[in-house]
């Protein structure tokens, strides 16, 4: 999956509450950004080796 899929899967699918990304290496910040800001009941999000995926900006995504 890209930014472009979590872009359509967050517009779509707002009722998420859990999301495994593992191994998703086209993701990015950008991508998990829009299912946070998409998907309010998202609790569980996997993203275990999702290597463009920057944990410190991620700190920031979440306490924001």
């Not at 593992?22 to 290597?51: A, E």
């Not at 944990?55 to 306490?63: E, I, P, R, W």
Request: glycine share 4%; with cysteine.
């Amino acid at each position: 999956i890209t930014n472009s899929g979590l872009d359509a899967l967050s517009q779509n699918c707002k009722l998420l509450t859990t999301l495994d990304l593992s191994y998703c290496n086209k993701i990015t910040n950008k991508g998990v950004d829009m299912l946070r800001r998409h998907c309010p009941l998202l609790k569980s999000l996997n993203l275990f080796k999702c290597q463009n995926v920057r944990s410190l900006d991620l700190m920031a995504l979440f306490t924001s």
